[in-house]
């Protein structure tokens, strides 16, 4: 179990370090776009410049958002693989550690996984056979079959 944890741990630093990366490159790639166009000389007035980093930063939000959320969900997927290994309660021992003392991305990726977990073990799947219903009497029943000398259609 240890093992697992310290792959959790080593999936967030993971995905921390990707995020911060992105970051310094839409940072710097949103810089060099605007001392591209100041060096053109096509830039005049404030408002320009305020809605150009806006507009940036809202932009790289959300790439930024999008693909940290790619990276998680692989994340997740991989550590699923490893985790349907263990018996449910080994899972749970695993797992709900990082979710009591951890924030950020290690909480990003045991929280669903723990959902699954308690979803699962509220939802009954066994089939069990049922007794028939008793009737009340008041059920329709099949027509008696036709007389052998009745003619056809009645």
């Known amino acids: 179990m ?3 944890r310290s792959e959790v741990r080593r999936l967030a630093a993971g995905v921390g370090d990707v995020r911060r990366t992105l970051w310094r490159t839409f940072g710097l790639l949103a ?3 605007g001392l591209a166009l100041a060096l053109a000389g096509r830039v ?3 408002c320009f410049w305020l809605f ?14 999008g693909l940290a959320g790619l990276l998680l969900g692989g994340c997740r997927a991989q550590l699923r693989r490893q985790l349907e290994t263990l018996p449910t309660e080994q899972r749970r ?3 709900l ?4 003392y951890s924030e950020g991305d290690t909480l990003r990726i045991v929280e669903p ?3 699954e977990l308690s979803a699962a073990r509220t939802r009954r799947t066994e089939v069990a056979p049922a007794a028939a219903a008793a009737g009340r009497g008041d ?7 036709p007389a052998p000398d009745a003619p056809p259609g009645r």
């Open 97 to 100: 550690p990082l979710a009591r």
């Open 44 to 46: 005049d007035g404030l």
């Open 2 to 4: 240890a093992a697992v």
């Open 52 to 65: 150009l980093v806006a507009f940036g930063a809202g932009f790289f939000a959300v790439m930024l958002a």
């Open 31 to 33: 810089g060099l776009g």
């Open 139 to 145: 059920e329709p029943s099949a027509a008696p079959p």
């Open 113 to 115: 996984l723990l959902r």
């Open 93 to 95: 021992e695993a797992l």
